[in-house]
């Protein structure tokens, strides 16, 4: 009886154990369902705190790491990133996905642990050699260096306007800023973005106008400011209209994509009397992806900003539109995989100079998003991309750069230490421009000077202004050529040819504009022997006469023109003009016809300013023919045309 009764409570406890671990189980399944529905809705600050309860219950895996791991790089918690990224590459190397070596080298160069993570680097470009950051990685291995050399070039200058929230996205208005933050937006929870459970962000100004004179005074009220996000924003130059960023928001109403997100869209306001008038969605917008950062040309004709639109590179790339006249738009275009790559880039700035300001934490930086720059003057998108480094980029994130040309003054945000609140605004004084590459393309054909026959095969040699070559190219089979210089330096561009003079054109400091050189090289020497035809030799068309006439066409005072040309060049030059008819015709009336045509071209040239004691001419009649059109035979008009012409025999 014993036995049966305690065989009876082993078995009901070991029930209820099986019990309760299947309870356990279902609960860590629906924490891990509820964590995951909060990630994929970019709900990170939530998901955070159920991914924490998960582990603190023992429950473990690869995925949940990685979406831990991604929710505090998003919410730039670079240290818990860190620490998650290392428990993720510690227990499931095998399983980890090599863009999770990038993120984890990434939140460690925020901590300033630039060895570890180079070796995370070394590992991420083993594993993908087609990643475009890989490939700049590799070209770039000394960038702390090269950063380090780049630095010093700004001076950082206190913004008396920031607060203990985040303030960031400044951008030039009038006289003064419009800027975001989320101080004064209110603090019930259901005001709360749930990406890091921050208040939702308004736009604000300040030194703009009368009322915002040394004072932080939200901007356009109800009207511009939502109970959602309003941030980052660009103004035409006369201040009329107003691009800015606000989630999607339809009739008040915040509209969700299929995968339950609110979207980010740009927002255009037209302004009256610093009234806002109108507010109109931009037609490529979408519910399903997001645009974001807007950023004018210099021109105010094209329109930069952030999208993961579809044809997105990475996680978020820069776009361009064309604003067309009616105040309509094109078609976005991405700027291409030199400018973006797999990770982020976002927040454009174009400077008056034509020159992009961005960040991005998938080019080389010092940690966290970095600021970069790059020359994209006549749609090149192509040059150099520099990072700006130190002071304006740290290992944190660095971002919303602007910068006035003019006097060389700008502000850029950061949630670096020692500021008052997440994000920071600070402004700074640029001491010495940077330097970038600036491309400038030419291109043109050589020619003889005296034939204007293009030259096949001449040197086209670029000189710096120390008189060093740095490029030779060979004209090609239609006498071109087509170069790259740098615009940031002068240089000298030589046309050389053997049998030429050499000519050379300087090319100043410039803006990159693209050039057209052409060549017109002069001979050295006449290099024919007594005999020769100067024509043959200058590659001249034929001088051709009308049928019984003898004096000098259009066309063939075109060609006379070169032969006088290369007289003059050469004053010791003396020729006969042998002129000739085609057959037809009494043999008498020819030989007369063909004097006269002689006559008429040395009277030409002598009219020209050339002395009749460097001429002869002489006349043949039909008796040079060059053909077989002879008298008696059948020929065409264009056969009896080639013996209608005049040749210049060299004497002396």
Known sequence: MIKRILLIVVLFFSFTVYITAQEKVKNQEKLVTKANEKYAEYSFSPAIDIYKKILDKGYVSAELLQKLGNSYYFNADYQAAADTYKKL??????????????????TL????????????????????SADLRASVYKKEKDYLEDISKKSGRYKLKSFNYNSKYSDFAPSFYKEGLLFSSDRDTGNLARYRHTWNSKDFLDLYKVNVDSVSDNNVVKYGDKIINTRLHESTSAVTKDGSIIYFTRNNVVEGKYVKDDEGVIRLKIFRATIEDGIVVSI????????????????????????????????????SDIFKVAINNDDTFGTPENLGNNINTEARETFPFVSSKEILYFSSDGHVGIGGLDIFATKIAYNDYTRVI??????????????????????????????????????DIYGFKEITPIEL??????????????????LVGATIKVINENNEDILTVITNSKGEYNIEVDCNKGNFIRALMDGYVPSEEYIKISDGKPLQIDFYLERDTVTAGLGDDLAKLLQLSTIYFDLDKYDVRKDAEIEIQKVIVAMEKFPSLRIKVNSHTDSRGKDSYNLWLSQKRAESTV???????????????????ETRLVNKCKNGTKCSVKEHQLNRRSEFIILE
């Open 109 to 128: 160069k925020t901590l300033g642990d630039y060895d570890s993570a180079n070796v995370l680097m070394a590992k991420f470009t083993s594993e993908t």
């Open 386 to 423: 520099a990072n700006v480094g130190e002071p304006i980029n740290s290992k944190m994130d660095d971002f919303t750069f602007i910068f006035n040309e003019e006097d060389k003054t700008g502000y850029f945000a950061s949630n670096r230490k020692g500021g008052m609140g997440n994000d």
């Open 437 to 454: 590459e600036c491309k400038q393309y030419v291109t043109g054909l050589v020619r003889d000077k005296i034939s204007n026959e293009v």
């Open 603 to 621: 009277n030409y040239m002598i009219s020209q300013g050339i002395s009749k004691e460097r001429l002869q001419g002489e006349g043949f009649g």
């Open 89 to 106: 590459v510690d227990e499931y190397d095998s399983d980890v996905n090599p863009e999770y070596y990038f993120r984890y080298a990434q």
């Open 280 to 315: 109109e969605d931009l037609p490529f917008n979408s519910n399903n992806y997001s645009v974001a950062n807007p950023a004018l040309s210099p021109d105010e004709k094209t329109l930069y900003f952030a999208s993961d639109m579809p044809g997105t590179i990475g996680e």
